[in-house]
């Protein structure tokens, strides 16, 4: 079971930016493609990123496209997601995750969800 750590989270108001980070604890972390996800309360999980093992391809979630950036360190075990003008309904607990099953960049079944996740809030 991978051992994922997220941290960045914070309570920020809506156009503001943050930076989330994500610290696996394997050393096969470059083998894997990996994912940022967020839930919201009452909310299923919904797909908001995702990355391949070496960094060159990305896919993203329509409503944090052309806001949101997902990079990768692969020295330092570590994904990141950058995002810009927040709104409100971004608002939610951000997991990551690792790519495990070829069934689709989006779909939750995929990946392997390894930490506690880090909350993101954005007031209005």
């Known amino acids: 079971q991978v051992q994922l750590v997220e941290s960045g989270g914070d309570l920020v108001e809506a156009g503001g930016s943050l930076r989330l980070s994500c610290v696996a604890s394997?050393?096969?972390?470059?083998?894997?493609?990996m994912g940022w996800f967020r839930q919201a309360p009452g909310k299923d999980r919904e797909f908001v990123a995702n990355?391949?093992?070496?960094?060159?391809?990305?896919y993203y979630g329509d409503s944090v496209k052309g806001r949101f950036t997902i990079s990768r360190d692969n020295g330092m075990n570590t994904v990141y997601l950058q995002m810009n003008n927040l709104k409100p309904e971004d608002t939610g607990v951000y997991y990551c995750?690792?790519?495990?099953?070829?069934?689709?960049?989006?779909?939750?079944?995929?990946?392997?969800?390894g930490g506690q996740g880090t909350q993101v809030s954005v007031s209005s």
């Open positions: 995750a690792r790519e495990t099953r070829p069934i689709g960049v989006r779909a939750v079944a995929a990946y392997d969800f």
């Open positions: 394997e050393d096969t972390f470059t083998k894997w493609a």
């Open positions: 990355i391949h093992w070496n960094g060159r391809t990305t």
